[in-house]
């Protein structure tokens, strides 16, 4: 079984730049996430879709960040301006459904704004 | 706002030795969750307790509960060198909305 693919991998960019990442989720799998993490930090939920509905944004920096899940499959999230505190590792990660499952990550997109 | 605090948070080990990393939350859980996290293989899962549960097993590890005390321990018996990482806990509050810890790195040297 196919995990969850994410691209690009690297990417490094100038602030006020923008910047676009996505994310193609395990086949079947209704809920999907984005996850912001800092170096040395956990991941913190930017945004979770159950097919294509938003179930949470509550973290989502609205002003600059914005995600759609077209069709319920495949999503991107883009970030207008960048800005320098987005250096982050940014991971979309699947799950079955919504409830007690696990989660899967992806390898994670490494953003640097310099 | 991170609900789950790890504690070590860096423990430093030799192989054939025990590991432990606890997690302490403040808000009620449907679940919680333990991850391990190496730049070889990224974020994966590695267990899931219910609230209604106390302890479970999968492997080498084994996880329990105390929703009185908001609690979760992580037991990582015989330790591997390839067990070094990061171990985050994650907790959930319904829906499968997750939110992680700062983590726990477990160095295991040969």
């Known amino acids: 079984e196919a995990g969850v693919a994410q691209s690009p991998r690297y990417k490094i960019i100038e602030k006020r730049q923008s910047v676009a990442f996505w994310c193609n989720p395990i086949?079947?799998?209704?809920?999907l996430y984005w996850y912001q993490q800092i170096l040395g930090q956990g991941p913190k939920l930017l945004i979770q879709?159950?097919?294509?509905?938003?179930?949470?944004d509550s973290q989502l920096p609205k002003d600059r960040f914005s995600a759609e899940r077209l069709k319920g499959v495949d999503s991107t999230l883009k970030i207008q301006p960048a800005k320098l505190e987005d250096s982050a590792v940014y991971l979309c990660?699947?799950?079955?459904?919504?409830?007690?499952?696990?989660?899967?990550f992806g390898p994670g997109t490494r953003l640097t704004v310099t | 706002s991170q609900q789950g605090e790890e504690d070590p948070q860096a423990l430093s080990i030799q192989e054939g030795e025990n590991a432990t990393m606890n997690c302490s939350y403040k808000?009620?859980?449907?679940?919680l969750q333990w991850y391990r996290q190496n730049s070889g293989r990224g974020l994966v899962h590695l267990i899931l307790i219910r609230s209604n549960e106390r302890e479970k097993h999968s492997g080498r590890l084994r996880v329990t509960l105390d929703t009185s005390k908001k609690s979760s321990s992580l037991l990582i018996t015989a330790s591997r060198a390839a067990d070094t990482a990061s171990y985050f806990c994650?907790?959930?509050?319904?829906?499968?909305?997750?939110?992680f810890g700062k983590g726990t790195m477990l160095l295991v040297s040969p």
């Open positions: 879709f159950q097919n294509n509905g938003v179930v949470d």
């Open positions: 086949s079947g799998h209704a809920t």
């Open positions: 990660a699947s799950s079955l459904d919504q409830g007690s499952y696990e989660q899967y």
């Open positions: 994650a907790t959930d509050k319904g829906y499968s909305t997750l939110t």
């Open positions: 808000t009620s859980i449907n679940n």
